[in-house]
């Protein structure tokens, strides 16, 4: 069965500082995965998603992620945070007619 | 295009009552999801429906319930409210015609449901 974990629910880094934020996947096939990002009070907004067209993926507000399959993982990155950057942050997988969410980073931008 | 709605933003009930949450998806989208979001669980799958059918269903007692009418637009019934139903609950469209869900899921803003 699909499973993703997220490690970390709170992650804070300083403005200017790089972001990592992290998503493993667990699943026989490698999936469709996807990054999403929820400001308070909002629903969800996709960041980006992998499917398998290329293994480095770039979406938007200066995010990208890392498809390995050798480590099973798919991790967000960004080079320099911004206090924008401050919002909770999903990792998905994607199988037949259905998605699975992790449980959700919540990223800490500190001035 | 218009993004997912929907409606009403905010809902307060009492335990016992019912409640009738309203999704419109993009147009042209099939598919519709719904998703209660606390901060214990996180974000929980309820359904989806494609088509008007029901294609999958999550975890939940049968007091919870949706359907789907022929313009997409989605409906979800929760029956019996207990405080524990408390929750953001999100509603999501995609073009849902692949199998597999390789289409992006668009999310709208939400329902905050509060029972007391």
């Known amino acids: 069965a699909q499973s993703v974990t997220q490690l970390g629910s709170h992650v804070s880094v300083s403005e200017g500082a790089l972001v990592l934020l992290r998503c493993n996947y667990s699943?026989?096939?490698?999936?469709?995965l996807f990054w999403y990002v929820q400001y308070p009070n909002q629903g969800l907004q996709l960041l980006l998603k992998y499917t398998s067209a290329a293994t480095l993926v770039k979406g938007i507000n200066g995010f990208e992620a890392e498809f390995k399959k050798s480590e099973t993982s798919f991790h967000l990155t960004k080079p320099s945070a911004h206090m924008s950057d401050a919002a909770e942050y999903f990792c998905?997988?994607?199988?037949?007619?259905?998605?699975?969410f992790g449980t959700g980073t919540r990223l800490k931008v500190l001035a | 295009k218009a993004g997912v709605t929907q409606t009403p933003r905010y809902l307060i009930k009492t335990r016992g009552q019912q409640v009738t949450l309203s999704c419109s998806p993009i147009?042209?989208?099939?598919?519709v999801s719904w998703y209660q979001q606390t901060p214990g669980q996180g974000l929980q799958f309820l359904f989806e429906?494609?088509?008007?059918?029901?294609?999958n269903k999550g975890n939940f007692p049968g007091r919870f319930s949706g359907r789907q009418f022929s313009n997409s637009r989605s409906e979800m019934n929760v029956s019996t409210l207990e405080l524990g139903d408390s929750a953001l609950y999100l509603c999501a469209s995609r073009a849902g015609t692949s199998g597999g869900a390789t289409d992006t899921q668009y999310f709208g803003p939400g329902t905050r449901l509060t029972v007391l």
């Open positions: 699943s026989s096939v490698p999936p469709y």
């Open positions: 429906y494609f088509s008007e059918t029901q294609r």
């Open positions: 147009s042209g989208h099939r598919s």
């Open positions: 998905a997988a994607s199988g037949t007619y259905k998605y699975i």
